[in-house]
T-cell receptor, first 113, second 114 residues
């Protein structure tokens, strides 16, 4: 079952613009992670934010987490054509054993040169 | 530093056949998780192996089974293939002691069932 739901499903922007992607989830989490996937390839980890953090930055990426609303957003600033990919949020839920990630359906980002 | 490697990259099977997919984790990692990604969907958790045992399992039938070897590499086996098993199968590795760390993914094995 899907834990996270990303919004919008697809996003098309011009190179240089900012891209904002949102994720909502249903249950309590240890952390939330964002991954990128180029067409048909493996997923690449972008950033992780823990449940006790509210905002985190990594290069052109900024992620926020609102546990009261069970939502997160990923901001990519000054987008480039190379940012064109699918983006997934993944939640690490609280379990008694080794953690596992539950992914959403993803957001398709197209950056036009 | 070798990343996660998977084989084969592509394969075609017919309904009812069996398939084995292989994964070597990133150097230093001891936990392997398998995911199934249907076209246009997010990855779905199949199961996770640590210390050669299945530690967690997603909502997949018993036709899906796995194994982890002493060198931490892993296999995913699917029996009695169905058309709906056509998907990209992704292996991800991690270090158990971190518990809540990032996953490192391989490029996947694309299975087509005819």
């Amino acid at each position: 079952s899907q834990q996270g739901e990303e919004d919008p499903q697809a996003l098309s922007i011009q190179e240089g613009e900012n891209a904002t992607m949102n994720c909502s989830y249903k249950t309590s989490i240890n952390n939330l992670q964002w991954y990128r996937q180029n067409s048909g390839r493996g997923l690449v980890h972008l950033i992780l934010i823990r449940s006790n953090e509210r905002e985190k930055h990594s290069g052109r990426l900024r992620v926020t987490l609102d546990t009261s609303k069970k939502s997160s957003s990923l901001l990519i600033t000054a987008s480039r054509a190379a940012d064109t990919a699918s983006y997934f949020c993944a939640t690490d839920t609280i379990t008694g054993a080794n953690s596992k990630l539950t992914f959403g359906k993803g957001i398709t980002l197209s950056v036009r040169p | 530093d070798a990343g996660v490697t998977q084989s084969p990259t592509h394969l075609i099977k017919t309904r009812g056949q069996q398939v084995t997919l292989r994964c070597s984790p990133k150097s230093g990692h001891d936990t392997v998780s398998w995911y199934q990604q249907a076209l246009g969907q997010g990855p779905q958790f199949i199961f996770q192996y640590y210390e050669e045992e299945e530690r967690q399992r997603g909502n997949f039938p018993d036709r899906f089974s796995g194994h982890q070897f002493p060198n931490y590499s892993s296999e995913l086996n699917v029996n009695a293939l169905l058309l709906g098993d056509s998907a990209l199968y992704l292996c991800a590795s991690s270090l158990a002691v971190l518990r809540t760390g990032e996953l490192f993914f391989g490029e996947g094995s694309r299975l087509t069932v005819l």
